[in-house]
Nanobody, 129 residues
Framework: QVQLVESGGGSVQPGGSLRLSCAAS????????MGWFRQAPGKEREGVAA???????GYADSVKGRFTISKDNAKNTLYLQMNSLKTEDTAMYYC???????????????????????WGQGTQVTVSS
């Protein structure tokens, strides 16, 4: 049974940093496409970043240069380092996984929720002064 558990969310001031973690179990972690999504109140869930089994990465334009996705295959853990946080980054952040070696990227770096089979419960990130 695939399980994804996010951690690392919290409250931070604009310009601050947070690192999210996603601990995965129940499948061969290194062969999956892994992604981070977020959903703000009243808005649709959107892709933030993704990374596949050959370490290709994709980012939403709104986070390029500020967020970095990475993974530790030995620990079955996915990370999202978020720097220079803005108030508009406030959202619930979700980890997702799909059993495909390669992620499907749209318009250069976006990923879509419908392409991911497994989801975590989310961790809240709040950026405010």
């Amino acid at each position: 049974q695939v399980q994804l558990v996010e951690s690392g969310g919290g409250s931070v001031q604009p310009g601050g940093s947070l690192r999210l973690s996603c601990a995965a179990s129940g499948y061969t972690y290194s062969t999956y496409c892994m992604g981070w999504f977020r959903q703000a109140p009243g808005k649709e869930r959107e892709g933030v970043a993704a990374m596949d089994s050959v370490d290709w990465r994709g980012y939403a334009d709104s986070v390029k240069g500020r967020f970095t996705i990475s993974k530790d295959n030995a620990k079955n853990t996915l990370y999202l380092q978020m720097n220079s946080l803005k108030t508009e980054d406030t959202a619930m952040y979700y980890c997702a996984a799909d059993p495909g070696h390669l992620c499907t990227y749209y318009s250069g770096g976006y990923v879509l929720p419908g392409d991911f089979r497994y989801w975590g419960q989310g961790t809240q990130v709040t950026v405010s002064s």
